[in-house]
């Protein structure tokens, strides 16, 4: 299995593909460097992920309701739209914020407020 770095970087090959202003690594992942701050609007929390952009990576942990969190990366994988940022620990933590449609799109609304 990849290393929460690989996963969240492009390959080191030429020719890396771009879909709607996103990069595309080798695993598939969209991803593009955008920073802002998300307030959760999910009543029953948001669960975080450690290594990657999926819902089979370990559990990090859970936004709450109401709690913000600044991000400074988002991915599109496994029919989400991924944000994540950096924890004290120094790790990656990634988390859903709502449906995509595979080409950096959301579908419907978010799970919460960027501000």
């Not at 080798?26 to 450690?50: D, M, P």
């Not at 859970?62 to 991915?75: F, I, K, T």
């Not at 991924?82 to 120094?90: A, E, L, P, R, T």
């Amino acid at each position: 299995m990849p290393t929460e770095k690989q996963k969240a970087k492009p390959a080191k090959k030429k020719g890396i593909k771009k879909v709607n202003g996103y990069k595309k690594n080798k695993w598939g992942i969209l991803y593009k460097a955008e920073k802002g701050t998300f307030i959760c609007k999910a009543t029953q929390g948001i669960v975080t992920r450690y290594t990657g952009p999926s819902i089979h990576n370990p559990v990090a942990g859970a936004l709450e309701y109401n709690q913000s969190v600044n991000y400074d990366e988002v991915q599109d994988y496994e029919g989400y739209i991924w944000i994540s940022w950096k924890v004290h620990s120094g790790k990656t933590v990634y988390m859903p914020i709502g449906k995509s449609d595979g080409k950096g799109n959301r579908v419907g609304a978010a799970w919460g407020i960027f501000s």
